[in-house]
């Protein structure tokens, strides 16, 4: 593998419609606000232009694909909420711009953020040799904590395939704690996998180092102020 790839990471009940006398009393549960969230956990997908980040959250967030999307201009976010470990976790996930001119904005983003999702297109060789600039902005400007899960997408554009498995995988196995996976935005493969590992390492990592769990009670992993 070509030195540039040796990037140092640091350490790292509804009821049903009868005639029973219990209905008027579920549909007064009904009424109810949802239970809040437990947890709020910010998420940010990086990479180069045009390798379907937009299309990935999007996806996950709503469950629609777009064939011509606009490039994303700054950063954009969407909120879905998952339920995982029998907590709700309210997921905000900051969608960034590839341009490089947009630098300046993004970075400003990767700082609160739990989890990264670094994103390069298996069938374009110059998105993966992006990827070593793209760990320099997260050695710079995100926090040692946050949680790294590398994704080569556009899987179902086999035929144009460029860059192997083997080569994704090689690239991560060199970064502390970075995670790694194919994907598909338009065939919907492995995309609910990305948020869902990513989560569910968060929250392992804070159950390890004694989160709340020691603690006995629900300790938020981003206040809810950080959140808006
Ligand atoms: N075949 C295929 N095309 C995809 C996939 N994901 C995204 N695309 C297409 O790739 C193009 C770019 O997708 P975007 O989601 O806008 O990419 P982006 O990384 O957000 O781009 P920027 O905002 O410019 O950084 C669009 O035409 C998408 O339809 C995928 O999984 N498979």
Redesign the pocket.
């Known amino acids: 593998m070509d030195s540039r790839y040796d990037i140092p990471r640091r350490a790292t009940g509804g009821g049903s419609a009868n005639s029973s006398p219990a209905l008027g009393a579920q549909s007064r549960r009904r009424k109810m606000p949802p239970r809040p969230a437990d947890f709020k956990l910010q998420i940010i997908i990086i990479?180069?232009?045009?390798?379907?980040?937009?299309?990935?959250m999007?996806r996950f967030t709503d469950d629609t694909?777009?064939?011509?999307?606009?490039?994303?201009v700054g950063v954009d976010f969407k909120i879905k909420t998952v339920e995982l470990r029998g907590k709700k976790i309210r997921l905000q996930i900051w969608?960034?711009?590839?341009?490089e001119r947009f630098n300046s904005i993004t970075s400003a983003y990767y700082r609160g953020a739990k989890g990264i999702v670094l994103?390069y297109?298996i069938t374009k060789q110059e998105t993966f040799e992006d990827l070593p600039k793209w760990m320099k902005m997260i050695d710079k400007y995100a926090s040692e904590e946050a949680e790294l899960l590398l994704v080569g997408?556009?899987?179902?554009?086999e035929t144009d395939r460029i860059i192997s498995k083997q080569q994704g995988e090689r690239f991560c196995s060199r970064i502390s704690g970075m995670r790694f996976c194919e994907?598909?935005?338009?065939?919907n493969f492995n995309v609910d996998e990305i948020f869902l590992k990513l989560v569910d390492d968060i929250l392992s990592k804070r159950f390890l180092h004694g989160g709340y769990t020691q603690k006995g009670h629900d300790d938020n992993l981003v206040n809810a102020d950080e959140m808006e």
Do not use: H, M, P
């Open positions: 990479g180069s232009r045009g390798v379907g980040k937009t299309s990935i999007e694909f777009c064939e011509a999307c606009k490039s994303t969608d960034t711009a590839g341009q994103v297109d997408n556009k899987l179902d554009c994907a598909s935005a338009k065939d």
